[in-house]
């Protein structure tokens, strides 16, 4: 697509001299140009732009899925603990590399009031947990709201199931964590050697897709003196793939 | 007459008994054949998954983003946000707000950015995105993420609920520069790996590997100029006259960050924060080095490190059941000399 003020290019651009081919499906035939030419580009539109992961290309694409966005904690009755799960899955056909992050809106709050239910300490002592650091929950005159994480590319201080962590809160201008990363480039992907320097390796493989999945349990606790209420939150996940 | 009326009786009975257990029957199966009513399911792709572009201040340029919705009816707003790098795994915080000289607005007549809309199940979006540079906008990078956000629906009903909001991102990398040349400034700055023993002889430090098990190698490049850099190279393992390469994958590393490079391999090194895992090392000196380019028409920069791989396992163990043995055979010499005295 292109005009006299635009032109949009997608695809693998400025990647070393020659033909290249998808490896998937033979879909598509780009004939690459060196850095030089790239510079001549710019001076002659005044950009250059590249969509898509230049080392490695499929056609599936960045996905994210929840299993649910409603997770009913039910009544929640004094010292008797209370969970639910919504189940995330990332799917990646291009880098493999993502990020997945979380927070909270608010604490549980009562949707007619002001009365809240704040965020897990945990089990307390040595075993308080924080933003980043994930602590034993099995207390049960341990009150809060939480979240556990299991699965893959899960931080590793969720060491089992009864792990806990508060969730940032957005009232108090906390970051969102990190709750599902991975670093992984796609496997089965070989690149012929960088002599001279170019900007992207042609491939010689065949780029693997994936779906990675994590469950996240968010878990709450509330003493005798909780005033009574309907309480609920919004809990905020972005999925990105690495830049 | 009479037998008339009873048989017509009968007649409207039987009707009256086949037609209730038809409608029962038929009552049954329904109940039965219903479709399970599911929680409302987010499964949401955007396209491309990433979208670097090299632009003159003055200029605009327009990309197109596609949302597809494989999962159920939802209400999605498209929106921009810049982002910041956090960490050297390539983790990213996103700012509240959109902010700074760049522009943004969609060329869609049909959807506004920050502002929701319907979007049903098994359907794609498209949203076309302007991007514009005004005059005079400073030389450096400019980072955003393109965002497709569900919109929370709250419906409680007396229980308390956690309720989900879905977001998927495309991370949007601008370098603005007007002569097109855009700045290097990096620096390999961690080269490294952890020991298992390490200590010094004269000048030279002797480091120790277990050659049976995994050595997780770290590089780290710091980029200290105002664009974004993609170093491209190699990590080689040679010992004696082998060598084994690994390609460093010409990832993105941010102006003014750090990050760990990652290379084509074949070990998962994605739960540990390394760039290369090496095993089953041959007995001997090895020397890692990486050399990488930073960018075209630059000098390569090299950093080595070395090591000395012995079977430290094997040896211990075999340490180990040597002194048994020569403890058990002292022990019954000792008992015989008494004996015999």
Not at chain 1, 136 to 163: C, E, H, R
Not at chain 1, 171 to 184: D, G, K, P, Y
Not at chain 2, 252 to 270: G, V
Request: with cysteine; hydrophobic share 40%.
């Amino acid at each position: 697509m292109n005009s006299n003020e635009y032109k949009i290019q997608f695809g693998v651009v400025d990647s070393g001299g020659g033909k290249m081919t998808d490896p998937v499906n033979n879909s598509y035939n780009l004939s690459s140009s060196l850095g030089q030419a790239v510079a001549k580009e710019f001076q002659s539109n005044g950009y250059v732009v590249k969509a898509g992961f230049q080392y490695v290309t499929t056609p599936v694409p960045f996905t994210f899925y929840l299993s649910n966005i409603r997770v009913d904690l039910g009544t929640l009755l004094p010292n008797s603990p209370s969970t639910g799960a919504i189940t995330l899955k990332v799917s990646f056909g291009g880098a493999g590399q993502y990020i997945v992050t979380a927070r909270a809106d608010r604490p549980l709050t009562e949707i007619q009031g002001l009365d809240s239910i704040s965020f897990t300490a945990c089990n307390g002592g040595a075993n308080t947990c924080s933003l980043s650091t994930a602590k034993l929950w099995t207390n049960a005159n341990a009150y809060g709201f939480g979240y556990g994480m299991t699965g893959q590319d899960v931080p590793s201080d969720f060491i089992s199931s009864s792990y806990y962590r508060p969730f940032p809160n957005r009232l108090l201008s906390e970051n969102a964590v990190t709750i599902m990363q991975s670093s992984t480039i796609t496997a089965d992907v070989v690149p012929t050697p960088i002599i001279p320097f170019t900007p992207a390796p042609a491939l010689t493989g065949v780029p693997s897709d994936s779906t990675h999945e994590a469950i996240i349990t968010m878990k709450a606790n509330i003493s005798g003196i909780q005033p009574a209420g309907t309480y609920a939150t919004v809990i905020r996940f972005l999925a990105t793939p690495s830049f | 007459m009479k037998y008339n009326n009873k048989q017509k009786k009968m007649q409207f009975n039987s009707r009256f008994i086949l037609s209730s257990v038809i409608f029962l029957l038929s009552s049954v199966f329904f109940l039965l054949s219903s479709p399970p009513s599911y929680a409302q399911q987010v499964n949401l792709s955007l396209n491309p998954p990433i979208v670097s572009a090299k632009i003159k201040p003055g200029k605009s340029i327009v990309i197109a983003y596609t949302a597809a919705n494989w999962g159920d009816p939802l209400n999605l707003q498209f929106l921009i946000r810049p982002f910041i790098p956090v960490g050297q795994l390539g983790s990213l915080s996103l700012l509240p707000q959109l902010e700074g000289p760049v522009q943004f607005s969609l060329e869609n007549t049909d959807i506004l950015l920050e502002k929701p809309f319907f979007f049903p199940a098994k359907e794609k979006k498209q949203a076309v995105v302007r991007i514009t540079l005004p005059p005079g906008i400073p030389d450096g990078d400019y980072y955003y993420l393109v965002l497709a956000e569900t919109i929370p629906a709250f419906s409680v009903a007396g229980q308390s609920t956690g309720v989900a909001s879905a977001s998927i991102g495309s991370p949007l990398l601008i370098s603005v520069t007007d002569s097109g040349i855009t700045e290097v400034k990096a620096t390999i700055a961690e080269f490294s790996f952890k020991p298992a023993y390490e200590f010094t002889i004269g000048n030279s430090i002797v480091r120790i590997v277990d050659s049976a098990k995994e050595l997780p190698i770290v590089c780290s490049v710091r980029n200290m100029g105002k664009h974004l850099i993609q170093p491209q190279g190699t990590i080689t393992d040679q010992i004696g006259s082998m060598k084994k390469s690994y390609s460093i994958i010409p990832q993105n590393i941010l102006s003014n960050s750090q990050r760990i490079i990652k290379t084509y391999s074949q070990e998962d090194t994605s739960k540990s924060a390394s760039t290369l895992v090496l095993s089953n090392l041959s007995l001997g000196t090895h020397k890692v080095t990486a050399e990488v380019i930073f960018a075209e028409n630059t000098q390569m920069q090299s950093k080595s490190i070395s090591f000395l791989a012995l079977p430290i396992r094997l040896i211990t163990v075999t340490i180990v059941a040597l002194m048994i043995v020569t403890l058990f055979f002292v022990t019954r010499l000792l008992q015989r000399r008494r004996t015999k005295t």
